[in-house]
């Protein structure tokens, strides 16, 4: 499973009934959770000569002071976090101040992160000007969760003549959820996606689209991928993998750049817990990943201006294709009426 940093910190923060106290540190408090992130780093982290260039950036600051004067433990995370990824290059890596829970649970507790609630990322599908899809997704759920909701609003892509797929919100998620939703735009025989290698298992596990998905797919119609800086992780990968399949045209700003994954959060104190990545992407066409560099668009354009610009491709090209003299009269007064700014 692949989890993302700042899925955590909103897990982390509606789990909190109340603001957590920011409780003072000492010395030897410090030195117990640098030792602990330390260890899981050395051990578990997913590129070990990474690790062992971090490893020597934290022990550096530490005998040089910098820790010295963080008396609360939210700075002293902070920090360490910033230190962390100036150092490894990599945004996934993070310490966070996370206290653990005095309260016990209650079975009949609710969930702290009612996905439902957003829809499981299902932002938003609509209609635009020439019959061309346009669908928001702002997150890749658990598709044991979201299968439903999930096939719903793909399904409804398949009235559309071309459709266009909003990411550029999208901060990552689950490879099982990139798995199903890359399915509804290929056929049902089987296409090798992604891969992921997990350095704590020294094992790979490959992606593949799915041969049976509830509802209809959308095979045949050109998709476009709105990208942009805060395309992240399970976002990327969906991404990358279409692109390298030449199954999608990305149209937008080059992607935050977070292959990496890991398994869930490690306790380093009643304090303190890291993301430490173990795993990593790992594309079967490039044999390669997109960390700390981004997926590149095949059209670059500002973020802002990227759906216009694919909304505009899409129709260039339907209006190629088009023979029925009315449609194509609709066809060309959309292109005018958007390049206009109408």
Do not use: C
């Amino acid at each position: 499973m692949r989890l993302l940093i700042a899925q955590l910190l909103l897990a982390l923060s509606l789990a909190a009934q109340q603001p957590a106290a920011d409780p003072s540190l000492d010395q030897i408090a410090r030195n117990a959770v640098i030792e602990k992130l330390l260890s899981g780093i050395q051990t578990g982290y997913v590129v070990p000569e990474n690790a062992v260039v971090t490893i020597h950036a934290i022990r550096d600051a530490q005998s040089s002071g910098v820790y010295n004067g963080l008396v609360t433990a939210k700075t002293f995370a902070e920090k360490l976090t910033q230190n962390l990824r100036s150092a490894s290059h990599d945004k996934h890596l993070a310490v966070f101040f996370d206290p653990e829970s005095t309260t016990p649970t209650k079975p009949s507790a609710a969930p702290a992160l009612p996905r439902e609630r957003f829809n499981f990322g299902f932002n938003e599908v609509q209609r635009l000007r020439g019959n061309v899809g346009y669908l928001d997704l702002r997150s890749f759920a658990n598709p044991d969760d979201a299968r439903e909701t999930a096939s719903s609003y793909l399904s409804a892509l398949a009235n559309f003549d071309a459709i266009i797929l909003d990411l550029r919100q999208n901060g990552g998620g689950n490879t099982p959820m990139v798995s199903f939703v890359a399915s509804y735009f290929f056929s049902p025989s089987p296409v090798h996606l992604t891969d992921m290698y997990w350095r704590d298992q020294d094992q790979t596990i490959q992606v593949w689209t799915l041969a049976d998905v509830p509802g209809r797919r959308s095979v045949d119609q050109d998709l476009y991928i709105l990208v942009g800086p805060s395309t992240f992780s399970a976002a990327e990968d969906f991404s990358y993998s279409l692109k390298q399949l030449k199954r999608a045209t990305l149209v937008g700003e080059t992607t935050g750049g977070g292959a990496h994954m890991g398994r869930g959060l490690q306790r380093l104190s009643p304090l303190f817990t890291a993301f430490i990545p173990s795993g990593q992407s790992q594309n079967p066409i490039t044999k390669s990943n997109w960390e700390n560099v981004g997926v590149e668009p095949d059209v670059k354009v500002p973020v802002a201006n990227a759906l216009t610009e694919a909304h505009l491709l899409a129709l260039r090209k339907l209006l190629e294709r088009e023979h029925d003299p009315a449609w194509q009269k609709n066809l060309r007064q959309s292109i005018e009426d958007i390049s206009a700014g109408k």
